[in-house]
């Protein structure tokens, strides 16, 4: 069962992540349609998943929640600090494949987005997108943010180098958007 209920949506909740929820994260993290978007070259066994939830799930700069419908586990939301004052922050998600399309990360990342600037006072919130992640640019563009750049062939996924796209959005958009 995961952990308790940290963020409530409308039809989601982001929770803490717990032991109990490595093996579907070990899971969900190696799965080709998943990891392609993730930039995951290596697979994750489970000691690398259970050093990654020892260190980082639950440490003091960064947050990691996972992203439950009705208590079952469907992906993992994070918000990253992205400098030493706090100013910056990143979110990242990655959600099951079958969960692709219903609406659950635009969800999650409003939610974690929200949080990033209510909570954690940040001033500005990024997310970086692989070119061929549209679904993933669209969860951004809803939510507000706007593109920035476009990093030219910075990474290299399935035997290509690839474009990374940056959203960004800052904290009076963000709160502006709904006047």
Not at 10 to 27: A, G, H, M, S
Not at 35 to 46: F, I
Not at 49 to 75: N, V
């Amino acid at each position: 069962m995961p952990g308790p209920v940290f963020l409530s949506g409308d039809r989601i909740d982001l929770r803490t992540v717990e032991e109990e929820d490595l093996d579907f994260l070990q899971t969900t993290v190696n799965d080709r349609a998943v990891r392609q978007y993730l930039g995951n070259r290596s697979p994750v066994n489970g000691h690398r998943e259970r050093e990654w939830y020892e260190e980082k799930a639950s440490d003091d700069e960064t947050t990691h929640l996972l992203i439950c419908r009705d208590g079952e586990p469907m992906g993992i939301v994070g918000l990253y600090p992205e400098d030493s004052k706090g100013v910056n922050a990143e979110v990242a998600i990655f959600l099951a494949e079958e969960f692709w399309g219903e609406g659950y990360g635009t969800e999650a990342s409003r939610l974690i987005t929200d949080y990033a600037f209510r909570e954690r006072r940040h001033h500005r919130v990024v997310a970086h997108v692989f070119s061929a992640n549209v679904g993933s640019a669209r969860i951004w563009e809803k939510l507000g943010f706007r593109h920035e750049s476009t990093h030219v062939e910075a990474e290299f996924l399935d035997g290509e180098y690839v474009d990374v796209e940056l959203y960004a959005i800052l904290e009076d958009e963000w709160f502006d958007r709904d006047a």
